[in-house]
Nanobody, 119 residues
Framework: QVQLVESGGGLAQAGGSLRLSCAASRSIRNVVIMGWHRQGAGKQRELVADISDGGDTGYAASVKGRFTISRDNGGNTVYLQMNNLKPEDTGVYYC?????????????WGQGTLVTVAS
């Protein structure tokens, strides 16, 4: 059973920075995409950023230019550098990994880490 373990959440002031990390509990193959999603209070979970095994990145419009996603060479650890944080960035941030095996995708989620941005 693969587990994704997030760390780095906490309290930040508006305009501040936090760095989230997500590591797989063991080395896993065929991870094609890793990403970060978040869920604010009373809101649906939304994609924040993702990165492919080829290094292609994508960002939600609300975080573009402020957040940076990166992935280690082994591909099983992903980071989210969050700068110029805003109160609306508050939420639980979840790491997600997608594996592609024989044409079928498998999703793995972390347990989430809380980010609170104070105004």
């Amino acid at each position: 059973q693969v587990q994704l373990v997030e760390s780095g959440g906490g309290l930040a002031q508006a305009g501040g920075s936090l760095r989230l990390s997500c590591a797989a509990s063991r080395s896993i193959r065929n991870v094609v995409i890793m990403g970060w999603h978040r869920q604010g209070a009373g809101k649906q979970r939304e994609l924040v950023a993702d990165i492919s095994d080829g290094g292609d990145t994508g960002y939600a419009a609300s975080v573009k230019g402020r957040f940076t996603i990166s992935r280690d060479n082994g591909g099983n650890t992903v980071y989210l550098q969050m700068n110029n944080l805003k109160p609306e960035d508050t939420g639980v941030y979840y790491c997600k990994a997608i594996r592609l095996i024989a044409g079928t995708t498998y999703d793995y989620w972390g347990q989430g880490t809380l980010v609170t941005v104070a105004s």
